[in-house]
């Protein structure tokens, strides 16, 4: 049974005790603290089933050690309802919720501002224990939101609506979500890189022009103080005066000239740039390696797809791959099986579902068999045409062309065996492992392999 699965039983043994509850933060309220209510007792449980789901404290006005107690218990529980194959920042995330939904309203916005990218709380293709627990101990303070505070939490709202759905509250203990309200459009203003350009070129002019004047007005007053001291000396002429005020002046014109020049910047001289290498287009730059589909289901959205959960030897975990072949094989053959994927694609959104791999397959007319790994392979041992065991790009660059390039050279020959043939000069590449073991298809000879 999965855990939403599990959390929809826990709903609807909750909702069936007589003491119903007026919100969503009852029921789970007495699963995870652990404690059975009484049938005969109306409205009322032991002490331990304090509302601890983040709703308001007992009659105290203070949470006791007893509802931490129960609490921190019940979290605990709750984490072994999780689907296995969480990654590890994803376990950490899920702890993180359950600690944070039991403070609410205290850390709503931090909430609302999660889910502005994600479909569901831990980033996941399904409703988790996460999604059913925070929807529980939230519930109750969305069903008492204005209209403007629906607005203001519309990530909320519409994450809310979709895991009540999914999990399967009934319809009486659903929160009513008004679809019909108008929420402006959120809208980030950056500053553009020539204003901030504009700005600082205009500030340093406007200091250079500052620093030039007050050059030119300190030569005035020396240029008059010449004159003064020639007077005094017992000049008789006025040319005498004349020319040590024109000196001075011309000092004072030529200081500003010396900032104007010190001002204007020297140009830098262009370092040569090194000769990027033109990248070579082959095989080997492809990852090609063998996966274990470890389950397969349907996608919920599209019905020629398959989303299967293939291992294929990451260190963070299997990935999910998005796969149109519904229409060739049934769900039980797509099940615990060895494929060979093509893994360094770049990852694709299929109708909501991101797609992380490719599987790789041999058409020809309307029969399509998988490229079967050699016998006693491993997920993540690597896969290569002949010659061609090179370092593979890390990702492939749609613009490179680099799969549309190589792929049309892709083939079965009679012997079953996958093969690649640049052009007709050149021999066959079988697709190989490490060991020279062969990969081969089941009976498709000259097959479209991709």
Not at 333 to 341: E, S
Request: hydrophobic letters at 35%.
């Amino acid at each position: 049974m999965s855990s939403v699965e599990s959390l929809t039983k826990a709903f609807e043994q909750s909702l069936s005790l007589k003491d119903k509850p007026e919100t969503l933060v009852a029921p789970l309220a007495t699963l995870e603290s652990g404690v059975d209510c009484d049938e005969k007792k109306e409205n009322s449980c032991e002490a331990g089933a304090t509302r601890v789901w983040g709703g308001a404290p007992a009659a105290g006005g203070t949470s006791t050690p007893t509802s931490r107690t129960n609490r921190d218990q019940a979290n605990a529980a709750l984490v072994k309802l999780a689907p296995a194959d969480l990654t590890e920042i994803q376990s950490a995330e899920l702890n993180q919720w359950l600690t944070v939904s039991g403070r609410f309203p205290e850390g709503i916005e931090q909430l609302n501002e999660t889910l502005k990218t994600r479909t569901y709380i831990l980033e996941t293709h399904e409703a988790t224990v996460a999604d059913a627990v925070v929807l529980s101990r939230i519930a109750g303070t969305v069903k008492s939101w204005s209209n403007d505070e629906v607005k203001l939490n519309r990530h909320i709202v519409r994450w809310l609506d979709l895991v009540q759905n999914v999990i399967g509250i009934k319809d009486e203990d659903k929160v009513t979500v008004n679809k019909d309200l108008e929420a402006p459009r959120e809208i980030k203003v950056k500053p553009k890189k020539d204003d901030k350009a504009g700005d600082k070129a205009g500030d340093k002019a406007s200091k250079k022009d500052k620093k030039a004047k007050k050059g030119a007005e300190g030569a005035v007053p020396a240029a008059e103080g010449a004159a003064a001291a020639a007077s005094a000396a017992g000049a008789t002429t006025a040319g005498a005066v004349a020319s040590a005020e024109g000196e001075a002046k011309g000092d004072a014109a030529g200081a500003g000239d010396d900032k104007k020049k010190q001002g204007v910047k020297k140009e830098k001289k262009k370092k040569p740039q090194p000769v990027k290498e033109e990248l070579v287009i082959s095989p080997g730059l492809i990852d090609l390696r063998v996966g274990y589909i470890e389950k397969a289901i349907k996608h919920p959205d599209a019905d020629s797809l398959y989303v299967s959960t293939i291992q294929m030897g990451d260190a963070d975990g299997p990935r999910t791959v998005c796969s149109g072949l519904v229409k060739y094989f049934p769900l039980e053959a797509m099940q615990g099986r060895y494929v060979v994927v093509v893994a360094n694609l770049k990852p694709v959104n299929m109708r909501g579902i991101k797609s992380s791999a490719m599987v790789l397959c041999a058409s020809n007319d309307d029969t399509v068999e998988f490229v079967n790994p050699p016998e006693g392979s491993k997920p993540g041992d690597k896969i290569f045409f002949e010659t061609y065991d090179l370092t593979p790009e890390p990702v492939l660059n749609p613009k490179k062309k680099i799969w549309e390039t190589v792929q049309p050279g892709f083939s079965t020959n009679a012997a079953l065996e996958v093969t690649y043939r640049k052009d007709e000069s050149e021999p066959e590449r079988k697709l190989v492992n490490k060991a020279g073991l062969l990969c081969k298809v089941n009976s498709l000879v000259s097959a479209v392999v991709r």
